[in-house]
């Protein structure tokens, strides 16, 4: 079965930096894109980042462009999102996405804090 497992989330200071991991399996992992999304408490669930099959290409939420990179090892079945410039209003649960053969599958989440 699909399986979505992220990690590196914790409290960071304003301005800080964090990489995200989602570790997949159970599809054809170099065949998908991949994405992550992140909710805020009282807030609706926020596309962050989309990433291609081969990594080609991305794309990004507004709020986030030019501070987060995705990427991926397609090698390790990994997807990452590094976080750069951390403001207060990244605070969020962040999970990771895949679209495969028709279901949305959703990781447990992270959470993220950025807070002094």
């Known amino acids: 079965q699909v399986q979505l497992v992220e990690s590196g989330g914790g409290l960071v200071q304003p301005g800080g930096s964090l990489r995200l991991s989602c570790a997949a399996s159970?599809?054809?992992?170099?065949?998908?894109?991949m994405r992550w999304y992140r909710q805020a408490p009282g807030k609706e669930r926020e596309f962050v980042a989309t990433?291609?099959?081969?990594?080609?290409?991305?794309a990004y939420g507004d709020s986030v462009k030019g501070r987060f990179t995705i990427s991926r090892h397609n090698g390790k079945n990994t997807v990452y999102l590094q976080m750069n410039s951390l403001n207060p209003e990244d605070t969020a649960v962040y999970y990771c996405?895949?679209?495969?053969?028709?279901?949305?599958?959703w990781g447990r989440g992270t959470q993220v804090t950025v807070s002094s």
């Open positions: 996405n895949v679209d495969w053969q028709g279901v949305k599958y």
């Open positions: 159970g599809f054809t992992f170099s065949s998908a894109f």
């Open positions: 990433i291609t099959s081969t990594g080609s290409n991305t």
